[in-house]
């Protein structure tokens, strides 16, 4: 008995929208209460109707009630909830806010289990029965249930629609094809609903047969995707040999060299050293023969001093003295000069076939040119992460911000001298190259050049020498105040768009497409370009002489 009356108190305090406990309760003027949430999304759907009515009494309302939280009753419900009750859940019979509800229930309404396109009612299994047992009923034609019943009856002739009219693509009534609708091609609704299927099923055809072709193409991917896997991994391979073998000649020639230095400094040394040991066996004679002379010349008998004169032989010349040339010390350095200018022309190999190298391998691309995004999120899957090299910054640019944002200055910075500096021009590059396909976003203020260009770009002299757009090697787009500029090899075009302190760059280095989006909520086209690119490019920015003028490379997102 105790359970009925706690189960009776929370049907009280629940809202028959959606059968849980009220939240938010509200009181409409009928006396009935809902969720506030409920009643407001029930009224939502009726405000077309410009008709609110109450979902349990049907009283309506004219204008739409302005909903007040019934606090009392708030106070109510919380009270219940501390008592550690819940509401019970909804059982699945009875019709939620989403569902079809029985038209002939009273209070609260079942699911409804059929909807009839003649009786325009929906009804819940109970009272579906009289469908099924009384004969008057046997051609009522049933489906699912339908919250749009209504439609199915004409708004002006208040009858139902069983004919469609093909000349104006609708249905209507047996009135309306003797009124409006006269001499129209007509055939009743059912005909209709055959002719379509007809069509759907020709429709289903054809989609099956494109999943078919897409699963070919899908099968056809995946081989090539093997045997982009394979020639991958054989390039790899091969490619690992090609520098073993280049790594074992370099050591080869080391050793060849090392060699041959050694040898030569063997048979350098024995000669000297041979030499040496003659001019010493010289001093050591000298040495006798002065300790000799010296001794005679202290004789003081005449008779023996004459005697023993005539004995002394005659010194001989040195010969082997003469061969003995004092030079500066320079013996092998011309060998490191040699080796060193083979390194430094292999390096300039290195550096000029390299970029082919590398962009060859950023060229292989099995599948057709991809076509250019159209969203920004499209744009932004290609985005890439790009820095400014500070060492080609004019000397009136402050670059900041993890080397991302250029200042125009009003004075000279204190760079370090660097032949990739631009002299003349307010100008930067990126550290990074840029091939395949990339995209990214340059925030400006004041006047400023969005650029691409080619890395050998002239780096002094004023702006028809070296300033982005006046050669074949820079593309520009012009970002102030009053517009767009597009620049070219001195070539200018006009460029018309919506203003935007932000600009996109999308580069497909292969396909030789360069386009400008003036980017905000959504992204316009400012200008593309269709050309063929030879190398790689570099992003770079030119900031006009006013000082304070800024330009950042944004972030990857």
Request: a neutral charge; glycine letters at 4%; proline letters at 3%.
């Amino acid at each position: 008995m105790a359970q009925k009356e706690v189960q009776l108190d929370q049907e009280t305090f629940s809202c028959s929208i959606c059968l849980y406990l009220l939240k938010d309760p509200v009181t409409i003027p009928c006396g009935h209460s809902y969720c506030m949430s409920c009643i407001k999304a029930h009224w939502d759907k009726e405000d077309e109707k410009k008709l609110h009515s109450c979902p349990q009494c049907r009283q309506t309302f004219t204008p739409r009630p302005v909903l007040v939280k019934n606090t009392m009753l708030a106070d109510l419900v919380e009270e219940l909830k501390k008592t550690g009750l819940q509401a019970a859940p909804a059982d699945h019979c009875y019709a939620g806010p989403e569902d079809v509800a029985c038209d002939v229930c009273t209070g609260k309404r079942l699911k409804a289990f059929k909807s009839c396109l003649i009786c325009l009612i929906s009804y819940c299994e109970k009272h579906l029965q009289a469908h099924f047992i009384s004969p008057a009923f046997q051609n009522h034609k049933l489906v699912d249930p339908s919250n749009k019943l209504q439609e199915n009856i004409c708004s002006r002739h208040d009858e139902v629609m069983k004919i469609f009219c093909r000349t104006d693509q609708q249905c209507i009534c047996y009135l309306c094809l003797m009124d409006e609708h006269k001499g129209h091609d007509t055939v009743s609704a059912a005909a209709a609903k055959t002719e379509r299927q007809r069509e759907l099923e020709g429709s289903r055809l054809n989609i099956q047969q494109r999943i078919q072709d897409r699963e070919k193409d899908v099968k056809l991917l995946h081989q090539e995707v093997e045997a982009i896997n394979l020639s991958a991994d054989k390039t790899v391979e091969d490619s690992e040999k090609i520098f073993t073998e280049l790594i074992r000649l370099f050591e080869k020639r080391s050793s060849d060299v090392k060699q041959q230095v050694r040898s030569q400094q063997r048979t350098e040394v024995s000669r000297v050293k041979e030499l040496q040991e003659k001019l010493e066996q010289e001093i050591t004679e000298l040495k006798r023969n002065d300790a000799e002379l010296k001794k005679l010349s202290h004789t003081e008998d005449l008779n023996q001093f004459l005697h023993n004169h005539p004995s002394l032989s005659p010194l001989s010349e040195s010969t082997d003295s003469f061969s003995v040339i004092i030079r500066p010390l320079s013996y092998f350095e011309d060998v490191t000069a040699a080796v060193s200018e083979v390194r430094d022309k292999l390096l300039d190999v290195l550096r000029e076939k390299w970029t082919n190298v590398s962009l060859t391998v950023t060229e292989v691309d099995v599948l057709l040119s991809q076509p250019e995004p159209t969203t920004r999120d499209g744009f932004l899957k290609h985005s890439c992460e790009i820095t400014l090299d500070p060492n080609t910054a004019n000397r009136q640019l402050s670059v900041s911000d993890g080397n991302r944002k250029a200042t125009s200055m009003s004075q000279l910075q204190s760079y370090f001298s660097h032949p990739e500096r631009f002299t003349g021009c307010n100008q930067v590059l990126s550290r990074e190259s840029l091939t395949g396909r990339c995209y990214w976003e340059v925030e400006w203020r004041g006047e400023v050049d969005v650029v691409v260009a080619y890395k050998d770009i002239n780096r002094k002299g004023e702006w028809d020498d070296s300033g982005f757009g006046w050669n074949d090697k820079s593309w520009a787009l012009r970002c102030h105040k009053n517009g767009y500029i597009f620049r070219n090899n001195k070539v200018h075009t006009r460029v018309s768009g919506p203003q935007s302190s932000r600009i996109g760059v999308y580069l497909d280095h292969r396909a030789g497409i360069l386009s400008f989006y003036s980017v905000s909520e959504t992204m316009t086209l400012l200008h593309r370009v269709q050309t063929t690119f030879t190398r790689p490019l570099y992003a770079g920015l030119w900031l006009l002489y006013s000082s304070g003028d800024t330009a950042e490379l944004c972030k990857r997102q």
